[in-house]
Protein backbone atom coordinates (compact mmCIF):
# COMPACT_ATOMS: atom_id res chain seq x y z
CA UNK A 1 0.00 0.00 0.00
CA UNK A 2 2.93 2.43 0.89
CA UNK A 3 4.25 4.18 -2.02
CA UNK A 4 6.25 7.14 -2.70
CA UNK A 5 5.57 10.62 -3.19
CA UNK A 6 8.27 13.42 -4.35
CA UNK A 7 10.20 14.40 -1.63
CA UNK A 8 7.90 14.03 0.86
CA UNK A 9 8.11 10.23 1.64
CA UNK A 10 6.31 7.64 1.94
CA UNK A 11 2.51 7.69 1.56
CA UNK A 12 0.87 6.18 5.16
CA UNK A 13 -2.55 6.77 4.38
CA UNK A 14 -5.18 8.93 2.43
CA UNK A 15 -8.48 9.97 2.30
CA UNK A 16 -10.79 12.25 0.80
CA UNK A 17 -12.90 14.70 2.51
CA UNK A 18 -15.63 17.86 1.84
CA UNK A 19 -13.57 21.11 2.75
CA UNK A 20 -16.78 21.96 5.24
CA UNK A 21 -19.75 19.96 6.30
CA UNK A 22 -22.75 21.21 3.60
CA UNK A 23 -26.24 21.61 5.20
CA UNK A 24 -29.77 21.21 4.30
CA UNK A 25 -31.70 24.21 4.82
CA UNK A 26 -35.10 25.17 4.77
CA UNK A 27 -37.58 27.89 4.00
CA UNK A 28 -37.72 28.26 8.05
CA UNK A 29 -33.96 28.73 8.37
CA UNK A 30 -33.81 31.05 5.25
CA UNK A 31 -36.98 33.09 7.46
CA UNK A 32 -35.51 33.30 10.66
CA UNK A 33 -32.11 33.84 9.24
CA UNK A 34 -33.51 36.99 7.23
CA UNK A 35 -35.40 38.47 10.80
CA UNK A 36 -32.93 37.81 12.81
CA UNK A 37 -30.37 40.16 10.03
CA UNK A 38 -33.28 42.72 9.60
CA UNK A 39 -33.87 43.04 13.24
CA UNK A 40 -29.84 43.42 14.08
CA UNK A 41 -30.17 45.93 10.95
CA UNK A 42 -32.48 47.81 12.36
CA UNK A 43 -31.39 48.18 15.72
CA UNK A 44 -28.14 49.19 14.39
CA UNK A 45 -29.49 52.10 12.49
CA UNK A 46 -31.50 53.19 15.18
CA UNK A 47 -28.91 53.42 17.47
CA UNK A 48 -26.56 54.99 14.85
CA UNK A 49 -23.95 52.45 15.12
CA UNK A 50 -22.83 51.71 11.42
CA UNK A 51 -20.11 49.72 12.12
CA UNK A 52 -22.66 46.94 12.97
CA UNK A 53 -24.52 47.30 10.35
CA UNK A 54 -21.50 47.08 7.89
CA UNK A 55 -20.90 43.81 9.99
CA UNK A 56 -24.32 42.54 9.98
CA UNK A 57 -24.31 43.06 5.98
CA UNK A 58 -20.55 41.41 5.73
CA UNK A 59 -22.09 38.40 7.83
CA UNK A 60 -25.55 37.86 5.42
CA UNK A 61 -22.78 38.22 2.23
CA UNK A 62 -20.95 35.38 3.44
CA UNK A 63 -23.46 33.35 4.82
CA UNK A 64 -25.88 33.57 1.54
CA UNK A 65 -23.14 33.14 -0.56
CA UNK A 66 -21.38 29.98 1.35
CA UNK A 67 -25.12 28.97 1.79
CA UNK A 68 -25.16 28.33 -2.29
CA UNK A 69 -21.58 26.94 -2.93
CA UNK A 70 -21.02 23.11 -3.25
CA UNK A 71 -17.90 22.26 -0.61
CA UNK A 72 -14.72 20.81 -3.08
CA UNK A 73 -13.87 17.15 -1.99
CA UNK A 74 -10.01 17.51 -1.37
CA UNK A 75 -7.40 14.34 -0.46
CA UNK A 76 -5.40 14.42 2.32
CA UNK A 77 -2.37 12.42 2.41
CA UNK A 78 -0.07 11.62 5.59
CA UNK A 79 3.42 10.75 4.42
CA UNK A 80 6.50 10.27 6.36
CA UNK A 81 7.47 13.68 6.20
CA UNK A 82 3.70 15.23 6.86
CA UNK A 83 0.82 16.19 5.62
CA UNK A 84 -0.15 16.92 2.56
CA UNK A 85 -4.03 18.40 2.14
CA UNK A 86 -4.90 18.95 -1.91
CA UNK A 87 -1.59 20.89 -2.72
CA UNK A 88 -0.83 22.57 0.72
CA UNK A 89 2.24 20.74 2.30
CA UNK A 90 2.65 20.68 6.47
CA UNK A 91 5.48 19.18 7.31
CA UNK A 92 5.63 17.32 10.73
CA UNK A 93 8.08 19.94 12.37
CA UNK A 94 5.41 22.98 11.87
CA UNK A 95 2.32 20.81 13.95
CA UNK A 96 3.00 20.90 17.79
CA UNK A 97 -0.29 18.04 18.47
CA UNK A 98 -3.07 16.53 17.36
CA UNK A 99 -6.41 15.03 18.91
CA UNK A 100 -9.51 13.12 17.18
CA UNK A 101 -12.96 13.67 18.50
CA UNK A 102 -14.52 10.36 17.01
CA UNK A 103 -18.37 10.62 18.13
CA UNK A 104 -20.24 9.37 15.42
CA UNK A 105 -22.23 10.52 13.14
CA UNK A 106 -22.19 14.31 14.38
CA UNK A 107 -18.42 14.44 15.16
CA UNK A 108 -15.77 12.61 12.90
CA UNK A 109 -12.64 15.23 13.27
CA UNK A 110 -9.04 15.25 13.03
CA UNK A 111 -7.46 18.76 14.77
CA UNK A 112 -4.13 19.98 13.98
CA UNK A 113 -2.40 22.40 16.00
CA UNK A 114 0.54 24.37 14.84
CA UNK A 115 3.53 25.66 16.54
CA UNK A 116 3.14 28.90 15.31
CA UNK A 117 0.48 30.93 17.36
CA UNK A 118 -0.55 32.53 14.10
CA UNK A 119 -1.89 29.94 12.08
CA UNK A 120 -5.07 28.48 13.16
CA UNK A 121 -6.22 24.70 14.06
CA UNK A 122 -6.46 22.80 10.97
CA UNK A 123 -9.89 21.00 11.16
CA UNK A 124 -10.09 17.82 8.83
CA UNK A 125 -13.10 15.19 8.31
CA UNK A 126 -12.03 11.96 8.85
CA UNK A 127 -15.04 10.70 6.60
CA UNK A 128 -14.64 7.44 6.15
CA UNK A 129 -10.82 6.39 6.99
CA UNK A 130 -9.83 4.57 10.49
CA UNK A 131 -9.27 6.37 13.10
CA UNK A 132 -7.54 4.15 14.98
CA UNK A 133 -5.01 3.52 12.24
CA UNK A 134 -4.83 7.61 11.87
CA UNK A 135 -3.90 7.86 15.26
CA UNK A 136 -1.69 5.35 15.44
CA UNK A 137 0.06 6.91 12.35
CA UNK A 138 0.69 10.21 13.75
CA UNK A 139 1.69 8.91 17.67
CA UNK A 140 4.79 8.37 15.29
CA UNK A 141 5.52 11.72 14.44
CA UNK A 142 3.83 14.05 16.79
CA UNK A 143 2.29 14.54 20.51
CA UNK A 144 -1.29 13.55 20.89
CA UNK A 145 -3.09 16.22 23.46
CA UNK A 146 -5.34 13.93 25.36
CA UNK A 147 -7.30 17.10 27.32
CA UNK A 148 -9.24 17.60 24.16
CA UNK A 149 -12.14 15.78 24.60
CA UNK A 150 -15.12 17.71 22.37
CA UNK A 151 -15.20 19.08 18.98
CA UNK A 152 -14.59 23.28 18.88
CA UNK A 153 -17.24 25.77 19.34
CA UNK A 154 -17.24 26.74 15.84
CA UNK A 155 -17.83 23.15 14.74
CA UNK A 156 -20.89 22.55 16.95
CA UNK A 157 -22.36 26.03 16.00
CA UNK A 158 -21.89 25.28 12.35
CA UNK A 159 -23.10 21.86 12.65
CA UNK A 160 -26.36 23.01 15.31
CA UNK A 161 -27.87 26.30 13.49
CA UNK A 162 -26.49 25.44 9.93
CA UNK A 163 -24.03 27.76 9.13
Known amino acids: M ?5 DRGKKLISWKFPEFQ ?7 WYTVFLLI ?9 MTA ?14 ILITARRKPL ?7 EDGLEVENRFYSFDSIAKFWLIYKPPE ?14 DLVIQLENAN ?18 E ?10 DYKL
Open 37 to 45: GALSALYAV
Open 107 to 120: SKYLYLNFKSNLRP
Open 73 to 79: ILKLTIT
Open 22 to 28: EHRRGKV
Open 49 to 62: NFLFLMMIIIIWAV
Open 131 to 148: PVKVRDILLNYLKEDPTK
Open 150 to 159: DESLSEVLSR
Open 2 to 6: PENTP
